[in-house]
C-alpha cells in the first residue's frame, strides 16, 4: 500500500521505535478520518504534538516533521540567515518570525525549535485549527503570540468562501462589510511586525491558499526588511487567476535568492547586498 511507503522516511527522521510508533499511530491506525485527536510523542519535542485524525492533519504532520518541509539547513543560503539571526541576538534584540497561515502549529513549533530565541508572531483564520495551534505551541508560552484573522494588503474585514473545503484549504476574500457571518479581521504584515515588536522579520512563512495576489499588491515595505519569505504556491490550485504574479513581481524589486523545497518556494534575501528599492 502507498503509506508503507512513507515507513523509511519514518523510521529515517525518529529512529526505529518511536517511527514505528508514529507511523503506525499517524498513517495506520487512525485512517478512519473522525477528527479525533492523535496525541504524539515526538522525538526533539519536549512536548506532546497534537493532530486530528484527518486527510488534512496527517498531510500537515507528514510535510512538516516527517519531510521537514521547514528545514532551511539544507540551502546554503541558510548560513546567511543564521548570521542576521545571531546578529540581531548580539544586539539586543529578539529575532521575529511570522507565520501566515498557521494551521495546527507545526511549522511554528518547528520553527520555534529551531530559532530557541525567537518570537513567532502565528495567524490563522480558523478556530478549530487554533485550538490546536495553541495545543502545539503551548510550551513555547511567551514566545508564541497567536491571532485570530488573515493577513492581507489592508486592514479590514475578511471572510472564509469555502468553509467545506477542510482545515488545510480555507481561502479568504475581502469585505467592504464588517457583520458579515463569520467575519475575521484582516491584518497586514506591518501589523504582525507590531505585534511581534520588531520591524525587520527573520522569517515570513506564507501558506495562504491564493491570497498572495493580494499580500503583494501593495504594502509591500516590509519584504525588503525579511530575511527569508517562503511561499506555498497556489497556481495548480488556482490555474489562470494570477495568484503568483504580484508575488514574483514585488520580490524581482530586492537580492533574494529563489529556491524550490517541497511544495514550498524559499527567497533568501541578500542582507549584504546594496541593490534592490527600499
Given at each position: 500500500m502507498m503509506m508503507f511507503k512513507k515507513l523509511p522516511v519514518y523510521l529515517r527522521e525518529f529512529g526505529v521505535g518511536a517511527g514505528t510508533m508514529i507511523f503506525r499511530a499517524v498513517e495506520v491506525a487512525s485512517r478512519d478520518?473522525?477528527?479525533?485527536?492523535?496525541?504524539?510523542?515526538?522525538?526533539?519535542?519536549?512536548?506532546?504534538?497534537?493532530v486530528r485524525d484527518t486527510v488534512a492533519d496527517r498531510s500537515t504532520f507528514w510535510q512538516c516533521l516527517v519531510q521537514r518541509q521547514y528545514d532551511l539547513r539544507r540551502f546554503p543560503q541558510h548560513a546567511r540567515l543564521i548570521e542576521q539571526y545571531e546578529e540581531s541576538l548580539r544586539q539586543g534584540k529578539r529575532p521575529l518570525i511570522i507565520d501566515c497561515g498557521a494551521n495546527i502549529g507545526l511549522a511554528a513549533a518547528w520553527f520555534a525549535r529551531e530559532f530557541p530565541e525567537a518570537s513567532?508572531?502565528?495567524?490563522?483564520?480558523?478556530?478549530?485549527?487554533?485550538?490546536?495551534?495553541?495545543?502545539?505551541?503551548?510550551?513555547?508560552?511567551?514566545?508564541?503570540?497567536?491571532?485570530?484573522?488573515?493577513?492581507?494588503?489592508?486592514?479590514?474585514?475578511?471572510?472564509?468562501?469555502?468553509?467545506?473545503?477542510g482545515a488545510a484549504a480555507f481561502r479568504v476574500d475581502?469585505?467592504?462589510?464588517?457583520?458579515?457571518?463569520?467575519?475575521?479581521?484582516?491584518?497586514?504584515?506591518?501589523?504582525?511586525?507590531?505585534?511581534?515588536?520588531?520591524?525587520?522579520?527573520?522569517?515570513?512563512?506564507?501558506?495562504?491558499?491564493g491570497s498572495q495576489a493580494?499580500?503583494?499588491?501593495?504594502?509591500?515595505?516590509?519584504?525588503?526588511?525579511?530575511?527569508?519569505?517562503?511561499?506555498e504556491l497556489d497556481d495548480w490550485l488556482l490555474p489562470w487567476q494570477g495568484t503568483s504574479r504580484n508575488f514574483f513581481t514585488c520580490l524581482s524589486c530586492y537580492p533574494f535568492d529563489y529556491?524550490?523545497?517541497?511544495?514550498?518556494?524559499?527567497?533568501?534575501?541578500d542582507s549584504t547586498s546594496q541593490t534592490g528599492y527600499p
Open positions: 478520518d473522525s477528527g479525533r485527536i492523535l496525541s504524539l510523542s515526538v522525538p526533539g519535542y519536549g512536548h506532546r504534538i497534537f513567532i508572531v502565528c495567524i490563522e483564520p480558523d478556530d478549530a485549527n487554533l485550538e490546536l495551534l495553541r495545543m502545539n505551541t503551548r510550551s513555547f508560552e511567551g514566545r508564541v503570540t497567536i491571532i485570530k484573522g488573515g493577513v492581507w494588503n489592508k486592514p479590514g474585514t475578511l471572510r472564509i468562501v469555502n468553509p467545506d473545503s475581502y469585505s467592504e462589510e464588517s457583520n458579515v457571518p463569520g467575519a475575521i479581521q484582516a491584518y497586514t504584515v506591518n501589523d504582525l511586525c507590531s505585534f511581534g515588536g520588531s520591524d525587520y522579520p527573520l522569517v515570513v512563512k506564507l501558506d495562504i491558499e493580494q499580500l503583494f499588491a501593495s504594502d509591500t515595505d516590509w519584504v525588503g526588511r525579511t530575511g527569508l519569505i517562503t511561499l529556491l524550490l523545497g517541497g511544495e514550498s518556494i524559499f527567497c533568501f534575501r
